[in-house]
């Protein structure tokens, strides 16, 4: 057992640290030479690149699209690395852009400073015309500094006819996701596969054989008693007090096991509540604290587990600091398949043998007989807009419908030519009718750098998504992660959140860091509630229960 040396915290204030703790995917330019020119597969009777030709047929949008114009588009969207520049001619982008006559030119927006550097081309008036809208909260101040423009029925049905069936044969009740005052500004942007499946809690199963663990923890005290020795018995044998058990992401796990998840549950009475207000939060914060002050817990939590770069990588457990996270997605930690992925593709770089170890245990029964980890909503918070410049241009603004619509609600094949690439130059199917990449375009980053993976796929059906990873089903389900995970029971808007969001966040946030570093005691935690409550906290339970019984 090694005697550690704790590294203290900054003497900093907690609303300084409000941003750091826990909260629960170019173009145009000069022609390439014809050898390396994309061919545009020919246009079906259905699709955009054949109505925009003969738009005056008797469903013509209020404003079709002028023959042979070349519209050039400014895109923001999810992004792994930085889109290629259109003199570097990265081949998705073009290969659209030939197929639809136009000039897509990415935003590059780096995802860790999103809002930092989004907020700032709005702000000089850079508004992009397809706008990646990340929640609700955001489309409300959007629409409110005139930003958005209106997505009306006519230009919905007529220019993106495939999606709007889409949502109206499988999901209807999505129809006014987007809508403000009985206007739409954005149309879900994610129907998410992964979210029949929990997040993850991943284990170093060969820590858990050097300090002598023979089977997964199961109850809560199994759990702490693994979590103690990863921070006390030197699991990776190097003869340095330099482990723990767990970071910023690893506390998620203890909020589960106490029933006190930072989302909205169902009581007995019907009525639902926030997870950091039911009773056991102060038992789980009494622990976390005991646990920082003994060294299990991280002393340097507050930063986070992810150092930069893709955000679903938790490079305190990639690099052997601590021995426990929940951190990413549970394919994110997919060592079953043969191309690795994020997290298990950096740890194959210093330590595949751990990587080959790894334990993905359920979620520990807690002291009162509750266990769960969170599990994704099937429609992401994410939303397809579109600036509201477009609308002074409707023309153009139909072009750019008809583009997404042909990438998102038309086929298979045309997601996977945005998602993928071009088929046969960067993917292929095999003898089982799965997409598979090519060897030399595996890397995501690589991917997203020509415009693939989730640039262009502004709208994500499920079916589209779930049959492009069949091996992240086969782990989801060798692991169970189906089992114990617990959707958020609301996830609506109502008006106190947006207007009180911000300082109720703060709150939440400052708290936890100040008892769980002994700043505060832990019964501040009552004093807390107080002031939660008193800073608009009341009236967003109220209008969210409201809300929430109106729908049932």
Avoid at 101 to 118: G, H, Q, S
Avoid at 286 to 303: R, S
Avoid at 471 to 495: D, W
Wanted: proline residues 5%.
């Amino acid at each position: 057992m090694y005697a550690k040396k704790r590294r203290l915290l900054p003497a900093i204030t907690c609303a300084a640290l409000v941003l750091l703790l826990l909260a629960g995917c170019t173009g145009g330019g000069t022609t390439p030479p014809a050898a390396t020119q994309p061919a545009a597969p020919a246009a079906t009777a259905a699709s955009p690149a054949a109505t925009a030709a003969a738009p005056a047929a008797a469903t013509a949008a209020p404003a079709a699209p002028a023959t042979g114009e070349r519209y050039t588009y400014t895109w923001v969207a999810y992004q792994l690395a930085p889109i290629k520049p259109p003199e570097e001619h990265p081949k998705v982008i073009e290969y659209f852009n030939q197929m639809f006559n136009v000039d897509i030119r990415i935003v590059n927006i780096e995802n860790n400073k999103w809002d930092e550097i989004l907020n700032l081309k709005l702000a000089s008036g850079e508004v992009p015309d397809r706008m990646k809208t990340n929640d609700f909260v955001r489309l409300q101040k959007y629409v409110d500094q005139d930003i958005l423009a209106e997505i009306t029925d006519d230009m919905y049905k007529t220019n993106m006819p495939n999606t709007y069936q889409r949502f109206q044969t499988d999901h209807k009740e999505y129809n006014k996701y987007g809508t403000i005052d009985g206007k739409r500004y954005g149309i879900a942007g994610t129907f998410n596969f992964h979210a029949q499946f929990r997040s993850p809690i991943v284990v170093r199963g060969d820590w858990m054989s050097n300090v002598g663990i023979a089977k997964e923890a199961e109850t809560f005290d199994e759990f702490e008693t693994m979590l103690r020795k990863f921070a006390t018995d030197d699991p990776d044998k190097n003869g340095k007090a330099d482990t723990y058990g767990l970071s910023k992401d690893g506390i998620i796990a203890v909020y589960g096991a106490y029933g006190a998840l930072n989302q909205w549950y169902v009581e007995s009475d019907g009525t639902i509540n926030l997870g950091y207000l039911r009773p056991h939060m102060k038992d789980a914060l009494g622990k976390l604290a005991q646990w920082y002050k003994d060294g299990v817990l991280d002393p340097e939590f507050i930063t986070g587990e992810n150092q930069g770069g893709y955000w679903a990588l938790s490079h305190s457990f990639i690099n052997s600091r601590i021995g426990m996270t929940t951190h990413g997605g549970y394919y994110h930690w997919n060592n079953d398949r043969d191309i690795a992925f994020a997290n298990i593709q950096e740890m194959n770089k210093i330590n595949p043998d751990a990587a080959k170890k790894l334990s993905f245990p359920q979620p520990p029964m807690g002291p009162f007989g509750e266990r769960a980890m969170p599990q994704g909503q099937l429609v992401g918070t994410d939303l397809c807009s579109f600036g509201i410049q477009l609308q002074d241009d409707p023309a153009k603004y139909a072009k750019l419908m008809q583009v997404i619509d042909y990438i998102s609600g038309t086929s298979m094949d045309n997601h996977l030519a945005a998602y993928l690439g071009i088929k046969g130059e960067m993917w292929d199917y095999n003898e089982k009718n799965e997409a598979v990449q090519k060897p030399d375009w595996t890397d995501g980053n690589k991917l997203s750098a020509e415009g693939g993976h989730t640039v262009l796929t502004a709208i994500t059906f499920e079916d589209f998504d779930g049959n492009r990873e069949p091996y992240s089903i086969k782990f989801g389900n060798l692991y169970n992660f189906k089992e114990n995970g617990l959707r958020n029971a609301f996830t609506g808007n109502v008006p106190s959140w947006t207007k009180y969001s911000a300082d109720l966040n703060k709150l939440y946030d400052e708290m936890q860091i100040a008892i769980i570093t002994g700043d505060k005691p832990l019964d501040f935690y009552d004093e807390f509630v107080k002031q939660w409550m008193a800073a608009g906290g009341e009236q967003y339970i109220k209008e969210a229960n409201e809300a929430y019984a109106a729908a049932q």
